[in-house]
């Protein structure tokens, strides 16, 4: 199976994907055969966009160690 990263674009009434010469000529595509395309969602993966943070002390004593730093 190959496998590639297509942007899906407007194409009169519908949407169309071209796919590229290469990958054409890899897969040995021809004019008029049929051919299977699976089509899998990209999924975004918050935790790395938006990275997690771990804290193990209770709210009260951090904002007391914050109020600590303000004087």
């Known amino acids: 199976m190959i496998e ?3 942007v899906a674009r ?5 949407i169309g994907i071209a796919l590229p ?3 054409v000529e890899k897969a040995n595509i021809e ?3 049929s051919i299977k395309i699976f089509i ?3 999924k975004i993966d918050l ?3 938006f990275a997690t943070l771990s804290i193990k002390k ?4 951090l904002l007391d ?5 303000e004087d």
């Open 10 to 14: 407007r194409w009169g009434n519908s």
């Open 31 to 33: 004019p008029d055969r």
């Open 4 to 6: 590639v990263d297509i």
């Open 47 to 49: 935790n790395k966009v």
């Open 21 to 23: 010469s290469d990958i």
């Open 65 to 69: 160690e914050i109020r600590k730093g």
């Open 40 to 42: 899998r969602e990209k």
């Open 58 to 61: 209770p709210t009260q004593e």
